[in-house]
């Protein structure tokens, strides 16, 4: 995707371009409104896409929350199953 910088270079750019024909009038009229729209979505992405990276960053979050509780009950079970095979050597063997 281009930046917003480089869009509004185009923008300029169409509108310098005087069209010699019907067709080349239409091409530099869908080249505006394409234009255009980017720069809108742009201008408004900036606020609807922060709250919708908010809402990613909040499921990363609790994802990661749930990713540590996993971690912690393989390292419980991981302990107790080798405290259970091997008892008073399980220390030695998790080093």
Do not use: C
């Amino acid at each position: 995707m281009m930046t917003i910088e480089e869009l509004y270079a185009e923008k300029e750019k169409a509108q310098r371009k005087q069209p010699t024909s019907m067709a080349g009038a239409m091409k530099r009229h869908q080249t505006l409104a394409r234009v255009q729209a980017d720069i809108d979505y742009f201008d408004q992405g900036d606020l609807l896409s922060k709250k919708a990276i908010r809402k990613e960053l909040e499921k990363i979050t609790e994802l990661q929350q749930q990713a540590d509780d996993l971690q912690r009950e393989i390292e419980r079970r991981k302990n107790d199953l080798l405290q259970d095979v091997f008892g008073t050597a399980a220390e030695q063997l998790k080093k």
